[in-house]
């Protein structure tokens, strides 16, 4: 038996991450690495992608660390034949030589290694595309965590999924013979790109099932589950973080623009069609069409729905466009504002439903601690975790959310459990949504405070970012105590093999899909 390996008592982590925008999975790289930097480790975080205009504001603050390396490939082919994923893989690949020549190589730096000299890493941290853990793994000698979002297998669409304690079922839908060839050297890649990480990680026991079930290869060793956690401190409301200087405090451009007494709802979700934002627009309208409030009550209340944009992806246009089409087609008044406006022109008074496009921290931390605030609704199906639930709870908001996937395994339904509850889970039915809506709204002061309490206890009891720096920490250990990287040097030559198989599917299967265009 091989001693334990010698292991430091402050690690150098790196973290990889395809791109680092505004969303649910950015959030949770950025909080993974402050709780990993808070407990006194070194982390350097490295992307394909990074916008100051559109990102989290750790990443340009100066908190993190931030290397971008393979951003010369583009992101798609063209607007029809996008291959997305294919050129995702690419910039994985270029970004992790990048990396590996950085470390190897010595300076000075220059386009093959960027970043030279660039010290070595106890462990990396992966998240999103496994395609480049293998060469990380054979060329740095340096033991990998993957962080399982979801498979992106069942991300590309077709797929039916249902998972629950009677049932497991993951299921694909009619689709062409194309697409099927396509995807298929994709899917295989990523199902054994994935198994060549020294730990697994998931983000929820519905994450975890889910790739039990897809990937058989993984079901032997079904991912651990560490959930993503917030910072709770940086929920605190406005009031309590208000200084205590002379005269009247300056109110916040940013936040004046958004700013409103009115009673409001909340949607926090990227523009892309999967996330059903639709679903908070219907409900809202069925508050006033079904009368379950009256004429004043309604043009009263206000729904906001804010999240992160790019105007380079086609779904986010796309989406945008289609929410504000269903706005008038309900009648409802809309106005929306962009941050790449220099002069955003603020909403009217009247304004029934208010698009927030890569909304600031500072909007976010206002609205979630706004006394108007009433309630979160958050509308993506089987959706792998979801952070933004835990940070309205974080603030004592209660949140309806759809019955499935991550959202059961944070919301405590008040209906099952007034006590604990934290929120309501309903299935995706505007009818419902809307009666769950109307009562969320008419709780009473009692019922609201009750929620709120529970809400913020169970965030500090699971979710904390400590709670998340620490779990991490286990795991970046438990990978690198297990060994020599020799060891695993013959599964790596196996993956070799596979994967130049893989790629020649891959180059006919593509081919194949341009001759059919």
């Not at 920490?473 to 596979?498: C, F, K, P, Q, T």
Request: overall charge neutral; hydrophobic content about 40%; aromatic content about 8%.
């Amino acid at each position: 038996m091989a001693p334990p390996v010698k292991q430091p008592e402050k690690l150098r982590i790196g973290f990889i991450h395809p791109d680092l925008g505004i969303g649910g999975a950015e959030r949770l790289v950025v909080d993974a690495a402050v709780s990993l930097q808070n407990l006194g480790h070194e982390v350097v975080m490295f992307t394909s992608r990074h916008d100051p205009k559109r990102c989290f504001e750790e990443t340009r603050d100066g908190t993190l660390k931030v290397h971008v390396l393979g951003s010369s490939i583009p992101r798609s082919l063209t607007s029809t034949i996008p291959l997305t994923i294919v050129f995702s893989i690419l910039r994985s690949l270029l970004l992790s030589i990048l990396l590996i020549l950085s470390i190897h190589w010595p300076e000075p730096a220059v386009f093959f290694n960027p970043l030279a000299p660039l010290k070595p890493f106890d462990v990396f941290i992966v998240d999103q595309q496994s395609v480049s853990i293998p060469l990380i793994r054979l060329m740095t000698g340096t033991r990998v965590v993957f962080y399982c979002h979801f498979p992106d297998k069942l991300l590309s669409g077709g797929w039916e999924i249902n998972i629950d304690e009677n049932e497991k079922r993951v299921e694909r839908k009619k689709t062409g013979l194309i697409k099927r060839l396509y995807r298929w050297p994709i899917d295989k890649l990523e199902e054994f790109t994935t198994g060549q990480s020294d730990i697994i990680l998931s983000n929820s026991r519905f994450t975890s099932q889910v790739y039990s079930k897809v990937f058989p290869s993984l079901a032997k060793r079904p991912p651990r589950v560490v959930y993503p956690c917030i910072d709770v401190d940086s929920y605190q409301s406005s009031t309590q973080k208000k200084g205590k200087g002379k005269g009247k405090e300056k109110v916040d451009s940013e936040i004046e623009l958004i700013a409103s007494d009115r009673p409001t709802l909340l949607s926090f979700n990227r523009f892309e069609a999967k996330k059903n934002v639709a679903l908070a627009i219907k409900s809202f309208a069925k508050l006033r069409d079904d009368g379950l409030v009256s004429d004043d009550e309604f043009d009263s209340l206000r729904l906001v729905l804010g999240g992160g944009y790019d105007k380079d992806e086609l779904d986010n246009i796309n989406t945008l466009k289609n929410l504000e089409t269903l706005c008038n087609e309900l009648s409802l008044r809309h106005h929306t504002i962009s941050s790449t406006n220099p002069i955003p022109i603020p909403p009217m008074d009247n304004t029934q439903v208010l698009f927030i496009l890569n909304f600031t921290n500072k909007q976010r931390s206002h609205l979630l601690t706004s006394p108007n605030t009433r309630g979160l609704l958050y509308t993506p199906s089987n959706e792998h975790f979801g952070i933004v639930p835990l940070e309205a709870m974080s603030c004592g908001i209660p949140v309806l959310a759809v019955n499935s996937g991550g959202p059961t395994e944070t919301i405590i339904d008040y209906e099952q459990n007034p006590k604990e509850g934290t929120g309501f889970l309903k299935s995706p039915n505007p009818t419902e949504w809307s009666k769950a809506l109307s009562t969320l709204l008419h709780l009473s002061d009692q019922d609201r405070e009750q929620i709120s309490k529970s809400a913020r206890k169970r965030v500090e009891d699971k979710f904390s970012l400590n709670t998340l720096g620490k779990e991490l920490e286990v795991a970046s250990r438990d990978a690198i105590a297990m060994g020599n990287i020799n060891e695993v040097l013959g599964d790596i030559l196996i993956w070799s093999s596979a994967g130049l198989i893989a790629f020649a599917a891959l180059g006919l299967a593509v081919t194949l899909y341009v001759l059919n265009e």
